[in-house]
């Protein structure tokens, strides 16, 4: 494994000590009220379009299974199940926490039958070998306590041809547009969020682990090591989300 994957595995939300699974799972509980308002204001709402970008993406395999691994409020559950109408749709978090807020979601649009959701660790899911045609994780591998595990888990409970695709937060490569980036994700996001949510250790996690990330060539490259083919990179927005797509 590369050793930027060792860096963004040692970020965590509260301390150095203990694992970063269950840090995040305490994390995202603390925050779940708040996440959807802070998502789509720290984005300035672009966060629904890179979406869906990546839903067309999704929608070109045709599947007929979906897992969205690291759902959280589910969001991108219900955006890929309107664009794609599969047959079923499963979310999967560690958080409690925002899992209830999904499930309220896909409640009060009538949804529950299309879209099912559950607590668990995506380094252990307990599907079988190829139960998906496809995978689906928005801004959630940064949060992986092990990346090269999740995504050999990944690639496990894929169908042969099936697809990944995956929307990380990322880094702009331009000089200018990366110190008013770092400005607002280093110093006004974490005020922001801690505001919002009361949680001020969370919104600082947030730019340390996307700055931490493996991103580009670096993040194909993991998605190779798993055994996945056909691995892209597309760049949004100045650079500052990139969505990975890959076959099994």
Known sequence: MSEKANRVEEIKPYSEQGGKTEQVKEMFDSIAPAYDFMNHAMTLGIDKWWRRVACRKVAKHQ??????????????????YKKLKPLK???????EGM?????????????????SFEQGDCLDMRFGD???????????VRNFEHLDVGYREMHRVLNTDGVLCVI?????RNKIIR????????????????LKSGDKSAYRYLPQSIAAV??????LALMREAGFSQCQCRRLTMGTCSIYTAVK
């Open 63 to 80: 599947p007929h299974t979906l897992l969205d691994v690291a759902t959280g409020t589910g969001d991108f559950a219900i955006q890929l």
């Open 130 to 140: 190829a139960a998906f045609d496809a995978v689906t994780v928005a801004f959630g």
């Open 179 to 194: 110190w008013f980036y770092d400005l607002y994700t280093l110093h006004i996001i974490p005020f922001i969020g801690s």
């Open 168 to 172: 990380e937060l990322s880094t702009p």
């Open 214 to 219: 493996p991103q580009g060539d670096d993040m």
């Open 89 to 95: 749709i499963v979310g999967l978090d560690l958080s």
């Open 99 to 115: 899992l209830e807020v999904a499930r309220k979601k896909v409640a009060q649009k009538h949804l529950e039958e299309q879209i």
